[in-house]
């Protein structure tokens, strides 16, 4: 099994956004990364619609934000930290805790099966907390 980082994918506007947790975030060049996200899920279709989403990868020790993320399924016993949520130029949020977070374009849409793989332009980066990324381990963050 290949390991992943997990990441929250927020959409929307500064004022109004979804987000979802997943572990499927790819670099695939140094301006371009793919993601895989559920098929038919709200801040999917509203990524698709907005043509914008921001990535924001989770370090070790952010369990909580990964679950208040996770999903109509997801644990909602929250732990410690929760996501501090930021507006920016952009007109969407990003996490500033976290180790970082990406403003992306949408590029193109594939669907596959039950997922919606999305190859998106890096807009901007910024760089978060200096720790090592939360890795995603057997759906860990769901029931």
């Known amino acids: 099994m290949f390991t992943n980082g997990v990441c ?9 956004y979804k987000g979802m947790s997943i ?3 790819s670099q695939v060049e ?9 098929k038919g899920a709200e801040a999917t279709n509203l990524i698709i619609s907005r043509n914008m989403f921001s990535v924001n990868e989770l370090g070790i020790g952010q369990e909580s934000i990964a679950r208040q993320f996770g ?5 909602r016993k929250l732990m410690s930290a929760l996501a501090q949520i930021k507006p920016t130029e952009h007109n969407l949020p990003i ?23 999305i190859t998106a332009k890096i807009i901007n980066t910024q760089n978060g907390l ?7 381990d057997k759906s860990a963050y769901f029931k």
Do not use: M, R, Y
């Open 95 to 117: 996490i500033v805790n976290c180790c970082s977070s990406t403003i992306c374009s949408v590029k193109s849409v594939v669907n596959i099966n039950e997922q919606v793989v």
């Open 71 to 75: 999903g109509k399924n997801c644990d």
């Open 130 to 136: 200096d720790v090592s990324p939360l890795i995603f």
């Open 23 to 25: 572990a499927w975030v």
């Open 8 to 16: 929250i994918i927020l959409t929307g506007t500064n004022d109004d």
């Open 30 to 38: 140094k301006e371009h990364l793919i993601i895989s996200v559920p």
